[in-house]
């Protein structure tokens, strides 16, 4: 068990839809990373947050969003959803900001049909 | 534009030999390097890692070497047991903020 708790485990939606995906960090750590694992991809760095604050982006869609909240757990946005973006969202958290391993959920598998 | 690379997508070994995972890196300005392992079904979970300023690192059974002259990395498992199928990633850090990971490496381990 790495100590962070992503919910829910699994979502099935439609396409057009909005979800929201929650992480919580483990205790203590202030940067939350999300990515995107698909199976012709490997996992995608999207955006990070350190204590609060948006502190990097990688290839994240415009139809997603992110943000962390004073109590450090996060939530990833993801609307207006097609069916290219079914995936597993992992979210990792880390102590520092930079350069410094990251401690993975368990995924939330997102199926949009 | 950013990229970390692995050059086998799969390897099999024989449950007790040592396993040797490659990747490439293409940022010369990376300076941090990650190796995670990831089970089926399981998040990615750390393994080792190496800063640019070390060509090699151990760690119970496992060891890092780092070859910035060509951009390279690689991963070697000592005496490979079946716990060890998963699959394995590379990933660097340029000093930024964010993570890249390579596409993996499946490793399947026979008994």
């Known amino acids: 068990d790495s100590g962070v708790t992503q919910t829910p485990k699994h979502l099935i939606t439609a396409t057009g839809q909005r979800v929201t995906l929650r992480c919580s960090p483990r205790?203590?750590?202030?940067?939350v990373y999300w990515y995107q694992q698909s199976l012709d991809q490997g996992l995608q760095f999207l955006i990070q947050?350190?204590?609060?604050?948006?502190?990097a982006k990688g290839n994240i869609l415009e139809r997603f969003s992110a943000q962390q909240f004073p109590d450090l757990h996060s939530e990833l946005n993801l609307s207006s959803l097609e069916l290219g973006d079914s995936a597993l969202y992992f979210c990792?958290?880390?102590?520092?900001?930079?350069?410094?391993?990251?401690?993975f959920g368990q995924g939330t598998r997102l199926t949009v049909v | 534009g950013e990229s970390v690379g692995l050059h086998l997508p799969t390897l099999s070994v024989q449950e007790g030999d040592n396993s040797i995972i490659n990747c490439a890196y293409s940022?010369?300005?990376?300076?941090?390097f990650i190796w995670y392992k990831q089970e089926s079904g399981k998040g990615p979970q750390f393994i080792i890692d190496?800063?640019?300023?070390?060509d090699k690192r151990q760690g119970q059974r496992v060891t890092v070497l780092l070859n910035k002259t060509v951009k390279h990395l690689s991963l070697q498992i000592a005496a490979t047991q079946p716990g060890d199928s998963a699959v394995y990633f590379c990933?660097?850090?340029?000093?930024?903020?964010?993570?890249?990971f390579g596409a993996g490496t499946r490793l399947f381990v026979k008994a």
């Open positions: 990792a958290s880390s102590p520092r900001s930079e350069n410094t391993e990251a401690f």
């Open positions: 205790s203590g750590d202030l940067s």
């Open positions: 947050y350190y204590n609060g604050e948006e502190r």
């Open positions: 940022n010369s300005a990376s300076d941090y």
């Open positions: 190496i800063r640019s300023n070390m």
């Open positions: 990933a660097e850090n340029t000093g930024g903020f964010k993570t890249i």
